[in-house]
């Protein structure tokens, strides 16, 4: 979609003539494009004074509390960055839908504001960016999805932020050998939606079992068990000696609490989406504490690192009262990832969509502050392979402490490559 500049018509003749004389024309691909004031190509979702853009969030689903995080976050940014002067002199908008994850929603929210903006710094959902990941590659919008399954790599416009599913599962397995006795001969339980989320997840620990010498007992479950009793009692009958966990908060609960009260008091790693600082105000509270680990790409909110503290003491102030947890950390993140991306192409030039996805792709050391540097140059691997491990804590703000700062875990490159990425 062009944008049209009534005001300018004697600026709009002297640069059609301008294209006669040197023979430059606008694309025939559907992502035409033309030059602003300052010379900047523009093209959807950009004009002389906005750039917009999109956020497909849940507020009134499941992960509606993380939504609003990160929505939030994400509006911090773009008012700071605002009164910081804009994105190549324009101010930046964020167009807000809710799509209560229901695919088809977000499908429908996606149509109605696809022509209007130039990237998508938030996208929540696996099954939601399965459903629009062909339309996204089609408009060339950056995607920044709030999802971390390893079969959204491979899109030139859809960049999983951090580590993948499979890579944290390594550095759980990788942690509970070093740190949990686990050896060679031992089994490991491993809880896990069906679907992209816990397949993935599982690729991982089934990988990283086989290298240690070790097997993986799975037990899959739907988003709506939440009772975690007869997979606790396999678990138990199976011999586990530690249970891994890819699934939401609500079954990490169930397992910790059901399982301490069985008597299987094991050590349980779960990916970052299966913690939530409501946990630890629940019964499992003290279960989870003496039990529970988080591996996670990004640190915790109550981590001393400069940029999380200065941004946690941002959000406090502009929404006092309001919860901070890893949703307002992962979006203030990708907010500013974004914002770099925008900046790169502004100074190329061009903020048409393929122009600023060619600036994405052209950072190899994106460095916010706020947890380890991504490379986003290969298309193929993740961004990062490097994980903290985390542990709970009721006092802490966000319900979470590091409990070991972002490093590699062996094999996980060894992993990468051996799938081509």
């Known amino acids: 979609m062009n944008v049209t500049h009534p005001t300018r018509i004697l600026l709009a003749s002297a640069l059609s003539a301008l294209l006669l004389a040197t023979g430059c024309s606008s694309k025939a691909d559907g992502k035409s494009t033309e030059d602003g004031a300052d010379g900047v190509k523009s093209g959807p979702g950009v004009t002389d004074k906005t750039v917009r853009l999109g956020a497909l969030t849940d507020l009134t689903g499941p992960y509606a509390t993380l939504g609003k995080s990160i929505v939030q976050a994400q509006q911090m940014w773009a008012d700071e960055t605002n009164a910081d002067g804009g994105i190549c002199g324009r101010k930046v908008e964020i167009v807000v839908e809710d799509h209560g994850y229901d695919v088809q929603k977000a499908v429908t929210a996606y149509a109605d504001i696809s022509a209007d903006v130039v990237a998508l710094p938030q996208v929540i959902g696996s099954p939601v960016v399965a459903a629009l990941i062909d339309d996204i590659e089609r408009d060339s919008m950056l995607t920044f999805p709030q999802a971390w399954a390893a079969s959204l790599l491979g899109k030139d416009s859809v960049q999983v932020l951090g580590t993948t599913y499979d890579v944290d599962m390594i550095a759980a397995v990788d942690f ?243 799938l081509g990425g």
């Open 176 to 418: 509970l050998a070093r740190t949990k006795g686990l050896k060679k001969g031992d089994k490991i339980g491993h809880v896990y939606f069906e679907g992209d989320y816990g397949a993935n997840a599982l690729e991982g620990s089934t990988w990283a079992a086989e290298r240690a010498g070790m097997t993986v007992t799975g037990q899959k479950i739907k988003a709506t068990d939440t009772d975690l009793t007869a997979q606790v009692s396999a678990l138990r009958a199976a011999g586990v000696k530690a249970v891994l966990v890819s699934a939401g908060p609500a079954q990490t609960a169930s397992l910790a609490g059901v399982a301490a009260a069985r008597g299987l008091r094991v050590p349980i790693v779960s990916s970052a989406p299966g913690f939530a600082p409501q946990l630890m105000k629940t019964p499992a509270a003290k279960a989870l504490e003496a039990m529970l680990h988080v591996v996670s790409a990004a640190p915790a909110v109550s981590s001393d690192l400069p940029g999380v503290k200065g941004m946690v003491a941002a959000y406090q102030k502009k929404y006092p009262g309001a919860l901070v947890d890893s949703g307002v950390l992962s979006g203030y993140n990708a907010a500013q990832l974004m914002g770099a991306d925008l900046k790169k192409a502004c100074a190329a030039g061009s903020l048409a969509r393929e122009d600023v996805v060619k600036a994405h792709r052209s950072q190899k050391n994106a460095d916010t502050g706020l947890g380890t540097p991504q490379d986003f140059s290969d298309v193929n691997s993740p961004a990062s392979l490097a994980t903290y491990v985390l542990r709970p804590d009721s006092k802490a703000l966000g319900g979470l402490v590091i409990a070991e700062d972002a490093h590699e875990a062996p094999g996980a490159e060894e992993y990468v490559a051996s």
